[in-house]
């Protein structure tokens, strides 16, 4: 029986150390050393359903690429900042502030997503809370799940069994694994699920989106480490007072990081604004003198 084993994490960089420092050598920071549970005792833990397929040395000239096109999700917005769409097996993490509307956006591609089944797991609302979000937001005929979940070992058997085309995670800071002690939205805990979730993506070359919640300093909460294991990084900016807001790409190995999504958030959900000039025509309340 393995024993349990501790370690200390840095709030800020996601650093680890064996033992306690006051100042962490990665980011240069003071006092952000927290210990954390990484390995507690075999006893009582759950076994993660086996996704895996055995890997074995290959030639590179005898891989097989797959002509697989990416897949529309049914958002040209979104679709442009991908890169021209999602690409199957690929994992993105969408981050923004508190109600800027992440859940909404996520939430509206579930529902407009054709002929591919979607998984939408929340550990932040319950199912008739989504209901009453998705009837708001225009729900039509569409084979969209929803799952309240929050253990890793529970989401991956549901996945085994329902096998979705896309999985979309509302957010990685609620979820925990039953392989590290420590209290979900913890640097070990996000580390740890979104490692098992790449490790799903990866296997089973099922896309998987992130929502994803940002610090008052405007980073994404969590281990640096975590924006270095996905694929894509978007963020979802704006002003709450304000009805724009814009989606843009900080990372993405397989698109450029140079386009824009942008929307207006009305009371049926978000609208794809496809001519941005109307963002300044539409300021004027008044006709001014001088302009046509």
């Known amino acids: ?18 033992k306690w420092i006051g100042k962490c050598p990665s980011c240069g920071e003071w006092n952000t050393y927290d ?39 049914g ?25 800027i509307g992440k859940s909404t956006l996520m939430l509206q591609v579930a529902l407009s997503i054709k002929n591919i089944r979607v ?9 008739q809370q989504i209901r009453m979000r998705a009837e708001r937001l225009g729900m039509g005929k569409n084979e969209c799940y929803i799952l309240t979940e929050t253990a890793t070992a529970d989401i991956l058997g549901h996945i085994k069994e329902i096998k979705p085309g896309i999985v979309i995670i509302d957010s990685i800071q609620t979820l925990s694994s039953e392989n590290i002690d420590a209290s979900a939205g913890s640097i070990s805990q996000i580390r740890e699920t979104a490692a098992e979730l790449q490790r799903f ?4 070359n099922v896309p998987v989106f992130l929502i994803g919640h940002i610090t ?3 980073t994404l909460a969590g281990p640096k480490l975590l924006e270095h294991m996905v694929d894509t990084v978007l ?18 190995r397989f698109g450029s990081t140079s386009e824009l999504g942008i929307y207006e958030m009305q ?18 309340d008044e006709p001014v003198s001088g302009m046509a």
């Open 119 to 127: 998984l939408y797991v929340s550990g932040e609302e319950s199912e």
């Open 1 to 18: 029986m393995s024993k349990t084993r501790t370690a200390f994490f840095c709030r800020n960089c996601g650093a680890q150390s064996p």
């Open 267 to 284: 009371a049926s959900g978000l609208r794809e604004v496809t001519n941005p000039s109307e963002m300044l025509i539409t300021q004027h």
């Open 216 to 218: 008052k300093e405007g």
């Open 75 to 99: 958002n040209t917005e979104l679709n442009r900042v991908l890169g021209g769409g999602l690409v199957p097996g690929s994992v993105v993490l969408v981050g923004g502030e508190p109600g």
């Open 201 to 204: 993506a990866k296997t089973v």
């Open 235 to 252: 963020q979802f900016e704006g002003d709450r007072n304000y009805g724009y807001r814009i989606l843009r790409s900080v990372k993405n």
């Open 35 to 73: 210990e954390e549970v990484i390995q507690r005792s075999d006893s009582g833990s759950k076994r993660m359903p086996d996704l895996r397929k055995p890997a074995i040395p290959t030639l590179i000239t005898e891989v097989h690429l797959s002509s697989e096109n990416r897949m529309d999700t």
